[in-house]
């Protein structure tokens, strides 16, 4: 059971523009939602992450974009740039019993980006 | 002064062998993680360790034992290797207070082919 679904799986975008990537998931006792980036032969690295208390939160050209009803989440990157090409996973997590999650991620499928100049 | 290392990086081998892949932390986390990717890219936990006990052991075939011998170091040893195993697998670190929001940090990967 896939329990975070992200799309697209690839994306082709030109220098300058808007990179939009959506996720969904379905167990409702996530709380922690965080974007890693991978670039190629590396690990994945934390991009920028969101608890549901809030709706959007933005760090320099990079926001995510919350949903709570729609169960819903998406990173967009304003102003994409060549170096912003790398593979972008959505993640989430849950606090589980006692306040802990034991750090549990479970990863969407990943979205292949690719920014041209 | 890598965080997190890996080795070896790549590892090539036959069918029916066994074979380990160290990781190591130098950010003094307490927990630590084995992923796996496949050729699709996509990432799954396969186990976590805190401190030197597992905590997190999800559907993984007990051709894979992992051992934390300190809490810096978790490698992953597996047996009889198929050639379904063949995958990218990354090592991962965090604070371990066991909040939701940690940061993991991930190492460099090794990338297993068997043949």
């Known amino acids: 059971q896939q329990q975070v679904k992200q799309s697209p799986q690839s994306l082709i975008v030109q220098k300058g523009g808007i990179s939009i990537i959506n996720c969904a998931y379905e167990?409702?006792?996530?709380?922690?939602f965080p974007w890693y980036q991978q670039f190629p032969g590396k690990g994945p690295a934390l991009l920028i992450a969101?608890?549901?208390?809030?709706s959007e939160k933005k760090e320099g050209r990079f926001t995510i974009s919350f949903n709570k009803s729609a169960k819903q989440f998406s990173l967009h990157i304003m102003d994409s740039q060549p170096g912003d090409s790398a593979t972008y996973f959505c993640?989430?997590?849950?606090?589980?019993?006692?306040?802990?999650?034991?750090?549990?991620?479970?990863f969407g499928q990943g979205t292949i980006l690719t920014v041209h100049p | 002064d890598t965080a997190v290392s890996q080795t070896p990086k790549y590892l090539v081998t036959q069918m029916g062998n066994d074979k380990s892949i160290k990781c190591e932390q130098n950010?003094?986390?307490?927990?630590m993680y084995w992923y796996k990717q496949d050729s699709k890219k996509f990432l799954k936990i396969m186990f976590s360790?805190?401190?030197?006990?597992?905590?997190i052991n999800e559907t993984v075939p007990n051709r894979f034992s992992p051992k934390s011998p300190d809490k810096a170091h978790l490698n992953l040893h597996i047996n009889s290797l198929e050639l379904g195993d063949s995958a990218v697998y990354f090592c991962?670190?965090?604070?371990?207070?066991?909040?939701?929001?940690?940061?993991?940090?991930f190492g460099p990967g090794t990338r297993l082919l068997v043949l």
């Open positions: 360790y805190n401190n030197k006990e597992l905590i």
């Open positions: 993640a989430a997590s849950s606090t589980g019993p006692g306040g802990t999650s034991y750090g549990k991620l479970t």
């Open positions: 991962a670190s965090s604070r371990g207070t066991g909040l939701a929001q940690e940061t993991q940090y």
């Open positions: 950010l003094g986390h307490d927990t």
């Open positions: 969101i608890r549901p208390d809030v």
């Open positions: 167990n409702t006792a996530f709380d922690y």
